[in-house]
């Protein structure tokens, strides 16, 4: 079973930052949070990552709380391409010797309104 | 394009019938996974390989289902005597170990199949 709770949908205005939530309070210390997102009839696609310390990359941010229980990946600048599902993951630190399979919840289905 | 590519990306079968998909993984990546998606739900794990071993298999992946990596470059994806059940998108992704690390899984665009 998917160890993260999201809401199951958004609606974020063109232009404006996208705020998409995630909890994970059984999450262990040696597990990352994942953030993939899937276009309509496409496949997933990576977004970013984190451990502990807040991430950023051309795509996103992500902020993870101190505890580590929840946290939020932000699009800065939403287009009406960001509209997709948002899979927020727990995966556990792989070092070459675990199966490390994504476990896929049913994410947030964000829509960007022009 | 050097992304994982996978073959067909439709099929429409009979039940009953066999069907065959492939997956071809960006080339120097050496783990390969299938999974498969049904409507309003987010990708299943299936089965994975390292190099051409397979490593697990999910309580999912019936008798009627098979995968190999004779070579361990593509993969094939079996399903025996189709049922309506089956019909679904199956993606495979694929990714590198190495050095003790594994990069992200990068996905294809999956196969869908419908069975009739």
């Known amino acids: 079973d998917a160890k993260t709770t999201q809401p199951p949908s958004m609606d974020c205005a063109e232009g404006r930052a996208a705020n998409l939530p995630c909890n994970h309070s059984t999450i262990s210390g040696n597990e990352y949070v994942y953030w993939y997102r899937q276009i309509h009839s496409q496949g997933p696609q990576y977004i970013i990552h984190g451990l502990k310390n807040n991430e950023t990359n051309e795509m996103a941010s992500l902020i993870i709380t101190e505890d580590r229980k929840s946290s939020t990946l932000i699009l800065p600048h939403a287009t009406l391409r960001d509209t997709a599902v948002y899979y927020c993951i727990v995966r556990v630190a792989d070092y070459g010797g675990a199966t490390n399979k994504l476990i896929f919840g049913t994410g947030t289905l964000l829509a960007v309104q022009p | 394009d050097t992304g994982v590519s996978q073959d067909p990306r439709h099929k429409i079968t009979k039940r009953g019938q066999n069907v065959t998909f492939r997956c071809d993984p960006i080339s120097e990546h050496n783990r390969l996974y299938w999974y498969r998606q049904t409507l309003g739900q987010g990708p299943e794990f299936l089965t994975y390989f390292q190099n051409e071993a397979q490593l697990e298999k999910s309580r999912l992946l019936s008798d009627r289902f098979s995968a190999e990596r004779p070579k361990g470059s593509f993969s094939t994806l079996e399903i025996q005597r189709t049922e309506q059940g089956d019909s679904a998108m199956y993606l495979c992704?694929?990714?590198?170990?190495?050095?003790?690390?594994?990069?992200?899984?990068?996905f294809g665009q999956g196969t869908r199949l419908t069975v009739v």
């Open positions: 992704a694929s990714s590198l170990v190495r050095g003790g690390s594994n990069t992200e899984a990068f």
